[in-house]
């Protein structure tokens, strides 16, 4: 049996603000089991997201408009919605992408797993009605995350998972693979397609690389000069600019195309009306984020004219975790560890995480 400290190592989100409301504790009180489905998981690796970012800063809010930047909003109070369209509530442990060892199982749980590595689905469904999203939470969020010794979860929450890869690697995944993954179904991504991938050096956009290439499609990735090369690491079929003055010229070169079937985009912003006309009669646009800017100008004759489908991708289906612990376990995909920090150095790693230079995803580590 595990001795399981009275109290943990954790940063905590005291309200909205700039990083100073992020305050490292080392008596925080650890979780305790509390229902029969609840299992303890003594965590190894986090990742850090945009979503830990844009509930401390408040970007959620509507009263902001502009693009994330991390720094704290004046228009922004405690009872401003965060992701969920409800206010978070405070004081709140943030990490969604957890690695861990299970330490305690409650009595619903299978009490296998108990020293299991197990990965958490950043999404946490209410099991009585899990394909319900009004009633889905994000980890970190509408319950206590990673950035902490110990977390709690439902024990349908994590999966096992068997692979040689570091607990840092594996914490890499959960939020960005799910949600590129969960974009690429809702476009419906297959071989034959042609994605055009904004933000392609990041979480999201590193995984829609390689997810899309799994489907056999082509791929090309939109990035900041300085990161083509490392980016060139996940095999895109063609690399351009973060924004091509002449996008259908730049395609052209590239891809012997002017147009592409898909836009799978987490930037919008000023861009947005130039990527909308990218798109091919019938294309489809995915987006899951809008970290140039949250307000875009949509032509509505390019829209219906053209026989667009858009779709917006955030609450992710049941299957999409399970799916994604498979292609890791099969080596289909590779991590893109860009950096590690431990728990002391939080705000280090967060501010990192704002300065956006690394290709792939900056973990936090616990041990
Ligand atoms: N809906 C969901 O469930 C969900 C889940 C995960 C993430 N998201 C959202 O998706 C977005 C991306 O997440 P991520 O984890 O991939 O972020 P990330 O790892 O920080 O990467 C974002 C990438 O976007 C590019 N970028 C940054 N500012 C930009 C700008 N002003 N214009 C164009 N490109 C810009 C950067 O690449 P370059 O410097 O190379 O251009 C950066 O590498 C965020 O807004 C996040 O909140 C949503």
């Given at each position: 049996m595990t001795n399981i400290p009275a109290t943990m190592k954790a940063i905590v989100l005291e309200g909205h603000g700039g990083m100073e409301v992020l305050v490292y504790h080392d008596n925080w009180p650890t979780p305790k089991?509390?229902?029969?489905?609840e299992i303890l998981i003594k965590v190894h690796a986090c990742g850090m997201n945009n979503t830990d970012v844009n509930t401390r800063s408040g970007?959620?809010?509507?009263?902001v408009s502009e693009a994330t930047t991390g720094g704290a909003y004046d228009t922004v109070d405690a009872d401003d919605p965060s992701w969920g369209d409800a206010p978070i509530t405070f004081p709140r442990i943030q990490g969604a992408d957890i690695v861990g060892t299970v330490v305690a199982v409650g009595?619903?749980?299978?009490?296998?797993?108990?020293?299991k590595r197990v990965m958490a689905d950043c999404w946490l469904r209410?099991?009585?009605?899990?394909?319900?999203k009004n009633s889905t939470g994000y980890f970190g969020s509408e319950c206590d995350g990673g950035y902490a010794q110990y977390t709690k979860a439902h024990y349908k929450n994590v999966q096992a998972v068997n692979s040689e890869l570091s607990d840092a690697e594996l914490a890499t995944f959960s939020c960005s693979y799910t949600t590129a993954e969960s974009l690429l179904n809702r476009v419906d991504c297959k071989e034959g397609d042609s994605v055009l991938i904004t933000g392609a050096s990041g979480g999201v956009g590193s995984a829609l690389i390689q997810l899309a290439k799994r489907r056999g499609a082509k791929t090309i990735a939109m990035a900041s000069e300085a990161k083509h090369k490392d980016v060139a690491k996940f095999n895109p079929t063609a690399i351009l600019p973060r924004a091509p003055k002449n996008l259908s010229k730049a395609l052209q070169e590239a891809i012997g195309q002017d147009s592409v079937s898909i836009v799978a985009d987490i930037a919008g912003g000023e861009y947005f009306p130039t990527l909308i006309e990218a798109l091919e009669r019938g294309g489809r646009y995915g987006t899951s984020?809008?970290?140039?800017?949250?307000i875009v100008d949509l032509d509505l004759r390019t829209l219906y004219l053209k026989d667009l489908t858009f779709h917006g991708c955030t609450i992710t289906s049941t299957n999409v975790f399970p799916d994604l612990v498979g292609y890791i376990e099969r080596g289909e995909i590779k991590p893109a560890l860009a950096a590690t920090f431990p728990l002391k150095d939080f705000h280090a790693g967060q501010q990192a995480f704002i300065d956006k230079k690394h290709t792939g995803n900056i973990v936090v580590t616990l041990d």
């Amino acid at each position: 049996m595990t001795n399981i400290p009275a109290t943990m190592k954790a940063i905590v989100l005291e309200g909205h603000g700039g990083m100073e409301v992020l305050v490292y504790h080392d008596n925080w009180p650890t979780p305790k089991i509390e229902s029969p489905d609840e299992i303890l998981i003594k965590v190894h690796a986090c990742g850090m997201n945009n979503t830990d970012v844009n509930t401390r800063s408040g970007w959620y809010s509507k009263a902001v408009s502009e693009a994330t930047t991390g720094g704290a909003y004046d228009t922004v109070d405690a009872d401003d919605p965060s992701w969920g369209d409800a206010p978070i509530t405070f004081p709140r442990i943030q990490g969604a992408d957890i690695v861990g060892t299970v330490v305690a199982v409650g009595s619903n749980g299978d009490q296998d797993l108990i020293g299991k590595r197990v990965m958490a689905d950043c999404w946490l469904r209410d099991w009585d009605n899990p394909q319900d999203k009004n009633s889905t939470g994000y980890f970190g969020s509408e319950c206590d995350g990673g950035y902490a010794q110990y977390t709690k979860a439902h024990y349908k929450n994590v999966q096992a998972v068997n692979s040689e890869l570091s607990d840092a690697e594996l914490a890499t995944f959960s939020c960005s693979y799910t949600t590129a993954e969960s974009l690429l179904n809702r476009v419906d991504c297959k071989e034959g397609d042609s994605v055009l991938i904004t933000g392609a050096s990041g979480g999201v956009g590193s995984a829609l690389i390689q997810l899309a290439k799994r489907r056999g499609a082509k791929t090309i990735a939109m990035a900041s000069e300085a990161k083509h090369k490392d980016v060139a690491k996940f095999n895109p079929t063609a690399i351009l600019p973060r924004a091509p003055k002449n996008l259908s010229k730049a395609l052209q070169e590239a891809i012997g195309q002017d147009s592409v079937s898909i836009v799978a985009d987490i930037a919008g912003g000023e861009y947005f009306p130039t990527l909308i006309e990218a798109l091919e009669r019938g294309g489809r646009y995915g987006t899951s984020g809008a970290i140039a800017g949250p307000i875009v100008d949509l032509d509505l004759r390019t829209l219906y004219l053209k026989d667009l489908t858009f779709h917006g991708c955030t609450i992710t289906s049941t299957n999409v975790f399970p799916d994604l612990v498979g292609y890791i376990e099969r080596g289909e995909i590779k991590p893109a560890l860009a950096a590690t920090f431990p728990l002391k150095d939080f705000h280090a790693g967060q501010q990192a995480f704002i300065d956006k230079k690394h290709t792939g995803n900056i973990v936090v580590t616990l041990d």
